[in-house]
């Protein structure tokens, strides 16, 4: 048996990892890398003559740990390059990976329609990027997804069972233990996926997982421990009441679509519950946080007991009286003049992209609002620059100076810190795991992850490359 990891190898995005049998392969995971940037992406596709790494035609089925689309997004090139099997994964991520899929498909072709418009105009020629796919691809890739419950165990072919185990971080996201006998020999691989963390708003805590053979696990959060100490509820009604009521100014709140506007929302919507707080207006700006709310309130069933509590008690997770769905771009810019106290929730969370960028441009100068960061920003993105205190930042070819507030929690980060990932490895007995493997995370997050593991007896740690392959 074989593992070669083709993605998140000592970066954060791409996961992608390709377990192999003598006569099955598993593609874990299929996700789009943005830790390269546009050149380098089509000097690799050029060099492969593909989007990947080995023959998609020879791949047998692709097991999806969740619906982030640096795990899903490259699910339909895989398809389009002679993809033939099923793609495995919960009723929800299913749903959520349909929409964050159709989102990207729209903004590949709004790409394409631009430079059409400029070749039209004598700019250049029309070259489509291997990587890029239209919703006709997402609807063909969707007819082969396959789902599963949690904890049930699945067998994909004769020598080969699958189990999913709830691992936080979003709703529906999965560990994966795969089973492989060969010779009369069963070994177990775990995959941690992204590993959420204990008591986080709507969903289920992290499930221990049974002791296995190799552990791929995650690392993003390998060298920090989460600062906040306080419930999100406290954390966040410190922050309104100083930026929108003590005094009257304009809360932004860079947001990731999927998963942390839902948790933003549920906790503001038990926040005004509460406290009582003034008719402050709540816009949420991104078509695709709205979609993704109405997914996770149809799997309501799958939320937390307090979720599903909040739920019975009053009907709604989401909806209150002084939320507004902002539905189309003109909408979104009418609220540079919304005059009042108001907060704004809008993608992408790493203000890299997006909605969220306007709302920043537009109030980057103003000292009576704040940007409010509520979790990880990739360095070098405009959000990493606002977190690191730069008293300027360039947008639209603009220097402009920070004079609005920039602060920073982290409640509402999605990812387990350094203790939930060594709280995870130590579900395993050092004594009998043959292997843990640091994937998806930062060189320097790795490292620090890797030596802590090594004393706590975990002899064999490593931090695989890209294209490495280890025999199991």
Known sequence: MKLTFWGAAQQVTGSMFLLESDEYRILIDCGADFDLDEKERKARFDEQKSVFPFDASLINTVLLTHAHIDHSGNIPNLFKEGFEGRVVCTEPTMALTA??????????????????????????????????????????????FVTVSFGQRYRIADHVAITYYPAGHLLGAAHIVVEITEDGV????AFS?????????????????????????????????????????????KVIKRTCIDVPGRLIIPSFSVGRTQA????????????????????????????STKVYQRFVRMLNKKARRFQDDNDMLFDFDNLIYLENAEASRAISNYNEPCIIISSSGMVQ???????VEANIGNPYATILMIGYASEGTLGWRLINGQDSITMRGKQLPVMA???KIDVFSGHGDQ??????????????????FLVHGEKHSMSELQLIINKLGYQNVETPRRGQQYVL
């Open 99 to 144: 929409l964050l899929l159709k989102d990207a498909a729209n903004l590949h072709q709004k790409r394409l329609n631009a430079k059409n418009g400029s070749r039209k105009k004598g700019k250049g020629k029309r070259e489509i990027p291997r990587d890029y796919f239209v919703e006709k691809n997402v609807a063909d890739a969707l007819e082969n």
């Open 186 to 189: 069963r070994k177990r691989v």
């Open 193 to 237: 996926g992204d590993i959420g963390r204990s008591d986080y708003p709507l969903l289920l805590d992290p499930q221990e997982i049974p002791e296995v053979d190799y552990l791929v696990c995650e690392s993003t959060y390998g060298n920090r421990i989460h600062e906040n100490t306080e419930t999100p509820e406290e954390a966040l009604t």
């Open 264 to 291: 933003l929302l549920y906790i503001l919507n038990k926040i005004y519950l509460d406290n009582k707080f003034p008719s402050i207006k709540v816009f949420s700006d991104s078509p695709l946080a709205y979609s």
């Open 353 to 359: 992209g997006g909605r969220v960028e306007h709302h």
């Open 405 to 407: 507030n920039v602060e």
């Open 419 to 436: 203790n939930d990932l060594i709280k995870f490895v130590k579900m395993q007995d050092p004594a009998k795991l043959k292997k843990v």
